[in-house]
């Protein structure tokens, strides 16, 4: 996968000027996933286990173990699960964590915003997911500094931007740390690649949809889409392979005609000016 080209843009926000850090490696490509993945030099593993994401199944660290597909349905997404103590499951003493370096060192007194997607999911998750983030300096997990603990993710992909003034002890502190302990629960953080960490948003909350959004699923020869918003929303309907099957614009209700579909997995995707949701259906 080719790395993304960062820009660096100067922001006011707040009465605070600050140059927006990034995430040095924002596809999780340096390393291969696996169990306790080996560490790069812009990435390093506290025990955390890196996925990718096949198109149907997490491979990597844990083949079949997980459920949940990426944020956005796309093949070679990646995410890096952190375990913990939770629900009597045997983990590393003081939990687990990953290192992430930054695109530049943090400044004392600048403010600085980074957007992170995470779930709660994996063995010993219980559905409140809220690691810990630091900051930290060459030694990385040993004189980290607190930033925040991120807010309770379930089971669905929660999207936080964690925002935050470096102090004058982070001055310098060139890495960001995301650990787990032994009373937080385990679960997943998206890469911060900005299609494969497109947080599918809430549905009530920002479509105004009705309770029966989209009908039947699984679906034979026809499928509903039932969105009572008056707003105009465009619909693509694609595999796992994203091979595109039916793309249209409608207004509060359509009917698709599937005869023409294979059975098997699909996944929708509804946009209006500005919010994009994404889900899967299922093909008889």
Known sequence: MKKNILFIFI?????????????????FSSSVPQISFNPSSDMVSFDADLMEWDGSNWIGAWPGGFTIPPPSPNINCR???????????????????????????????????????????????DGKFKPKVYSSKDDLNLNKVFIDSLPAANFNWTAYTLSFIADSIQHGHDWLIINTDSITSSGMISSFCSICASIVTSLNDQLNVSDRMYYPNPFSNKVYFNVRNNLELELTLFDVFFKVYYKTSFINFLEVKTDNFPSGIYFYELKTKNRTIIGKLLKE
């Open 11 to 27: 922001l006011l926000s707040n009465n605070y000027s600050y140059l927006q850090i990034a995430i040095a490696d924002t596809c």
């Open 79 to 125: 995410a890096i699960f952190i375990g913990s103590g939770k629900r009597n499951q045997s983990w590393t003493s003081g939990g687990e964590g990953f290192g992430l370096r930054l695109t530049q060192p943090l400044v004392s007194g600048q403010l600085y915003k980074i957007p992170i997607v995470y779930v709660s999911h994996g063995p010993s998750s």
